[in-house]
């Protein structure tokens, strides 16, 4: 290779994570392009929790400012029974101080124009299917196959999400996500007129989130245990109503403001064995790709983006990349599949499906609750207070989920 140019970089996937490495990469002097498949950077799914760790993960690159200017959550907010009444409250005040920041709630979409404001012009190449044809190695570059052409590069990121086609490549036999037994709804609509507090609401095998955003809308999703493959024999938005029509305000209202094609709905998989490393060749893999997990930490997106500027710290300003990759596997596996198998008991509590268990469950929340938010954040310690590879945040460093 000619090591007197930039050193290449092939994005496989226009998500957050994908966007995210791109800027990294451009930032430390890589050639980068973007590859995605849809037709438009038109992302699934309606909004996302941005916390501290992500946010200061975005400092790197220059863009955690913009999204802290779009926090909307400045109260109380906490978990409520279907009835209304309260199991816990949280403080965003405290959470703030506890991780260095507050939790920001943006619509997907308006995430995605700040990473692709971040990257030079052409970067991004929409209506490009892509396969990742040579992993390559120390002595030769990696190949992705698009229509008619193939790009050789010193580095691919294999960011296409949970069914990665660049996984299967890297690890065929690896067994890839599993289905957690439940499916989600989400939904962005026009606040109520009636104000409200952010909460989640835990029922029996059922869950429901409500978040304002900056804009004036709210941000509300919906799990509940489902066979895989399952949809409303109607519209996703009547089975909204069918499941949570009786639950207390506003849930009820917000439903009743959503078009019945606006409501998105996807089951939920995720990696329930971890992969033998998160590179091989010239390849890594960030996001969903690596480590798919359940939504009930929010931290999916987190970790993508976390991963993201790992990537681009590790792989430097050159192309030659194996030790960076070993050091990158090294440093996102074992916090990342920590916070898969947090994620996943706090499904099962979250989603817990007999009357006695959820009576349980609900007083030990209460119990705990009485100590204060203090508690109840603990949880997020060693995740929402991660910092970067990089000097000038501050916040307590833990090594990672527990």
């Known amino acids: 290779m000619d090591h007197a140019r930039k050193p290449r970089a092939v994005v496989v996937g226009g998500g957050i994570g994908g966007l995210t490495a791109a800027v990294g ?13 849809a037709t438009a950077l038109a992302p699934v799914g309606a909004g996302i929790g941005l916390a501290p760790n992500s946010q200061r993960a975005l400092d790197v690159v220059g863009l955690g400012d913009q999204v802290r200017a779009l926090s909307a959550w400045q109260g109380d907010g906490g978990l409520r029974t279907p009835r209304g009444r309260w199991l816990n409250r949280t403080d965003s005040g405290a959470a703030a101080e506890r991780f260095g920041g507050p939790l920001v709630l943006v619509h997907r979409a308006t995430l995605v124009d700040i990473l692709v404001s971040a990257l030079p012009d052409g970067a991004v190449r929409t209506a490009a299917a892509a396969a990742l044809a040579d992993p390559g190695d120390d002595r030769r570059p990696a190949v992705v196959r698009t229509a008619g052409t193939d790009l050789e590069a010193d580095l691919v990121v294999g960011a296409d999400g949970i069914h990665s086609a660049v996984r299967a490549v890297l690890f065929p036999a690896h067994p890839g996500p599993r289905y957690s037994g439940y499916t989600t709804w989400r939904v962005v609509v026009p606040a109520p007129d009636a104000p409200f507090a952010p909460h989640e609401t835990w029922g029996r095998g059922r869950l429901w ?8 809308r709210v941000y509300a999703y919906a799990a509940a245990l489902a066979p895989a493959g399952e949809h409303a024999p109607d519209d996703e938005r009547t089975e909204l109503l069918r499941r949570f029509g009786d639950w207390h305000q506003p849930v009820p209202g917000i439903i009743a403001s959503a078009r019945p094609g606006q409501v998105l709905r996807h089951d939920v998989h995720y990696m329930a064995e971890p992969l033998p490393a998160y590179h091989s060749g010239r390849v890594a893999l960030i996001g969903d790709a690596a480590h798919a997990m359940q939504p ?25 990349t194996s030790r960076g990759l070993a050091a990158y596997t090294r440093e996102r596996l074992p916090r990342t599949m920590g916070i898969v198998r947090l994620a996943t008991r706090t499904g099962r509590m979250a989603l817990h499906d007999s009357a ?17 938010p203090g508690l109840v954040l603990r949880g997020f310690d060693g995740i929402a207070d991660w910092q970067p590879p990089y000097p000038g945040v501050s916040a307590p460093r833990h090594t990672g989920a527990r």
């Not at 009930?296 to 030659?320: C, F, K, R, W, Y």
């Open 25 to 37: 990469l451009h930032q430390r002097g890589w050639d980068v392009t973007v590859l995605e498949r």
């Open 209 to 216: 989130g409500t978040q304002p955003l900056k804009d004036g």
């Open 296 to 320: 009930t930490l929010g931290q999916g997106g987190n970790q993508a983006i976390e991963d993201a500027i790992v990537l681009a710290h590790h792989a430097g300003s050159g192309p030659d």
């Open 356 to 372: 006695v268990g959820v009576a349980v469950r609900d007083a030990l929340i209460r119990a705990v609750s009485r100590f204060g």
